[in-house]
């Protein structure tokens, strides 16, 4: 079973042709509103990807997050936007609250960028909250996915694992450039996804430069990953020194339709290949697999039929 641990939005993304300036007033060309948050998305994703695996071989998904409260209408919208694969039983709901938390995006059409304003009044899970879930999965989890937002809470969660439930693989995302702790989060994980904009606020020019930098202070990991946007992505194996890169997945009439959650779509296809395509696929392949349906969903809206 592979447990996702991180935050859940609803999206509400604003299409607009530019991005509007300070004080303007400007008409969005379209609305969408869609539950969102990295680790959600990515599940959504997992669960399309491992539907075709045989029970034997089968992926089950969790997700643990926090929630308002059980009875409120966002947690119904949020719990019936995933489908019957994605285990919700242990999520954590702040009773109380009816606010989810909130993304609102402006997606820029002559630039294709994405600019996210959250709001967040849901306390973040405590270190009892998880190690009471944890326990509960017990050994059933063979891979924690976390999305590292409060890092020293999330290491503690993962110091929790390595001593009472050893053999689980522990991969993060290390996504928000400034956030303090990342750093110790990466040198903890089996397998870590950094982004370009943490990895440029460190001062890496590319990828590559990101990975083989990383990989003289990291422990633990197996697999250090990094997406560049349209310069592609970039994988290393740190024990073997096995590297590569591949350009950013495109096709003939390529168009930047939604590139909200590409990130948390390259993560779903590495994971997917990392849980059930270990034996079967060298990295070149993992790596190229992950990149291409982050590229698919790119040209897409939202996050259907990416398997
Ligand atoms: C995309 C996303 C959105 C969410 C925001 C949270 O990666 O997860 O769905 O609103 O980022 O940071």
New binding site residues.
């Given amino acids: 079973m592979l447990v996702a641990v991180g935050?859940c939005?609803l999206?509400t993304i604003l299409t607009t042709p530019y991005y509007p300036g300070e004080d303007e007033k400007l008409r969005a060309t379209n609305v969408t509103r869609r539950r969102?948050?990295?680790c959600p998305?990515t599940l959504e994703v997992l669960q399309q990807l491992t539907f075709h695996e045989s029970t034997e071989r089968g992926l089950p998904l969790t997700l643990i997050t926090i929630l308002p409260a059980k009875s409120s209408m966002a947690t119904q919208k949020i719990r019936s936007s995933f489908g019957s694969r994605v285990n919700l039983d242990h999520c954590i709901y702040r009773e109380g609250l009816e606010e989810p938390a909130s993304?609102y995006?402006i997606k820029s059409q002559s630039t294709g960028s994405r600019t996210?304003v959250?709001y967040n009044n849901l306390l973040e899970i405590t270190l009892e909250e998880f190690t009471g879930a944890a326990e509960k999965l017990g050994s059933e989890a063979t891979w924690f996915h976390f999305e590292g937002r409060t890092p020293e809470m999330t290491l503690q969660f993962i110091l929790y694992l390595r001593k009472q439930f050893p053999a689980i693989q522990v991969s993060v995302e290390i996504e928000k450039p400034g956030r303090p702790g990342l750093q110790e989060l990466a040198e903890e994980a089996d397998v870590v996804f950094y982004s370009k904009t943490w990895a440029q606020d460190l001062g890496y020019h590319t990828a590559e430069e990101c990975l083989r930098e990383q990989s003289k202070r990291i422990h633990n990991a197996s697999l250090l990953c990094c997406t560049w946007g349209q310069d592609g992505a970039s994988a290393l194996q740190p024990r073997t020194g096995d590297f590569e890169h591949v350009a950013a997945y495109t096709t003939e009439n390529f168009k930047v339709v939604d590139p909200?959650?590409a990130?948390?779509t390259f993560i779903a296809g590495m994971l997917y290949a990392l849980n059930c395509k270990e034996k079967d696929w060298d990295l070149s392949k993992k790596l190229a697999f992950a990149n291409r349906i982050a590229g698919l969903k790119v040209s897409q809206e939202g996050f259907a039929s990416l398997d």
Avoid: R
């Fill in positions: 935050a939005y999206d969102g948050g990295n998305n993304c995006i996210i959250n909200i959650g990130g948390d």
